[in-house]
C-alpha cells in the first residue's frame, strides 16, 4: 500500500515507522532535521525492553512529486490540521483513504473539507511514543488501533491488514466513536486538570481537592456522551480513570508540556470536543467550556506578558 504519513513527530514516526516493514511509506514534516535524519540514517525506535527496531520509511518536507496514495495519516497537532491536509491535496485521489488518530475528536469536521465523506476514517490507538531526537523515538506502549469509517467501512479492511503487516494490530470497528469517547475522558479530565495546575497526573488522585474536579469533569464529560446515545457507566469509567492514575503516577500530558513551554494546545479538540456535543444534544458541560476559555487564557500569557 503506497501510505503517506503527515506529521513526523513521535506517534507519526512511530506508525509510519512500523507501517514501512510492509508498505511503501513517506513521512511529511515541516522540521528539515528530521527529514535529514531520517533519510540518511532511517528511524530508530527504542522498544520498552530496551531492544531497537531499525525501519526505513521515506522522509520529505513537502508532497512534491508525490504520487496520490493509498492511504494518507494525520498526525499533526489538532491546531495545524488544515494547513498540513491543505498543502498536501495533491496525495488525495477519488480512491484514497485520509484516517486521523489524532488526540481528542470532530477531526473529521475538517477533513470534510478535503475529501468526500466516504473516504474519511476516524480511529485510536493504545500505542504511545515520545520523541527523542530526529530519527529517533521511544515506544512507550503497545495495543490495538481500531479504525471506522465516517460513512461506513467498505474498503477499510485492507487498511488494517496494511496495520497487520507492519506488526500493528488493527481492526476495524463498528462503533469506533464510542472507542474515540473513551479515550477521550482521560484527556479532559486528567490532561486538562495536570496542564492547568502545572502538576504530574499522580497529583489529580492525591489531593482530595484535584480529584474533586477530576471526578466533577470525568462525570460530566459522561453525560454529554451518553446524550449522544453512547451508553457509558459513570462509576465505570471514574474507577478506570482512578486506577490509570496509580499506574501513571509519575506521568505528565501534553497539555501539561505545551502550557509549560508556552505552546498553543489542542484544547479545542480535547476538552472543547465535550463543549461541542454539549451544544449540539443539549446536555449541559459548563465545567468543561470554563475549562476551554481557561487553557486559551493560559496560552495567551506569554504573549500579554512579552
Not at 44 to 54: C, K, L, N, R
Not at 74 to 90: E, G, I, P, T
Not at 192 to 204: C, D, I, P, R
Not at 291 to 305: S, T, W
Amino acid at each position: 500500500m503506497k501510505i503517506t504519513v503527515i506529521g513526523a513527530g513521535a506517534m507519526g514516526s512511530l506508525i509510519g515507522g512500523y507501517l514501512s516493514r510492509a508498505n511503501e511509506v513517506t513521512l511529511i514534516d515541516t522540521t528539515q532535521d528530521k527529514v535529514d535524519a531520517i533519510n540518511a540514517h532511517g528511524l530508530v525506535i527504542q522498544e520498552t525492553d530496551g531492544s531497537e527496531t531499525h525501519v526505513a520509511p521515506r522522509a520529505a518536507v513537502s508532497s512534491e512529486g508525490l504520487a496520490q496514495q493509498d492511504l494518507v495519516i494525520l498526525f499533526v497537532k489538532s491546531l495545524f490540521s488544515r494547513a498540513a491536509l491543505d498543502a498536501n491535496r495533491a496525495l488525495f485521489g477519488p480512491d484514497t483513504f485520509v484516517l486521523t488518530l489524532q488526540n481528542g475528536a470532530g477531526h473529521d469536521e475538517i477533513l470534510r473539507e478535503f475529501v468526500s465523506p466516504e473516504r474519511i476514517v476516524i480511529g485510536t490507538t493504545q500505542h504511545n511514543a515520545a520523541f527523542l531526537a530526529p530519527g529517533r523515538v521511544r515506544h512507550g506502549g503497545s495495543g490495538v488501533t481500531c479504525i471506522g469509517g465516517v460513512c461506513g467501512n467498505d474498503g477499510l479492511q485492507a487498511v488494517a491488514d496494511a496495520f497487520a503487516a507492519g506488526g500493528l494490530a488493527c481492526e476495524v470497528s463498528d462503533n469506533v466513536q464510542k472507542l474515540i469517547w473513551h479515550k477521550l475522558f482521560t484527556n479532559v479530565s486528567v490532561s486538562a486538570l495536570t496542564g492547568v495546575l502545572q502538576m504530574k497526573m499522580g497529583y489529580m488522585l492525591d489531593d482530595a481537592h484535584g480529584w474533586w474536579l477530576c471526578e466533577r469533569l470525568i462525570r460530566e464529560a459522561v453525560a454529554v456522551a451518553n446524550g449522544d446515545g453512547m451508553g457509558f457507566d459513570a462509576e465505570e469509567i471514574v474507577d478506570e480513570i482512578r486506577r490509570l492514575l496509580v499506574t501513571s503516577h509519575e506521568g505528565y500530558t501534553s497539555i501539561y508540556a505545551d502550557l509549560r513551554d508556552g505552546r498553543r494546545t489542542e484544547v479545542d479538540t480535547i476538552s472543547g470536543a465535550v463543549v461541542s456535543a454539549s451544544h449540539r444534544n443539549g446536555v449541559p458541560a459548563p465545567s468543561h467550556e470554563f475549562i476551554v476559555h481557561l487553557v486559551h487564557a493560559m496560552e495567551g500569557r506569554a504573549a500579554y506578558e512579552g
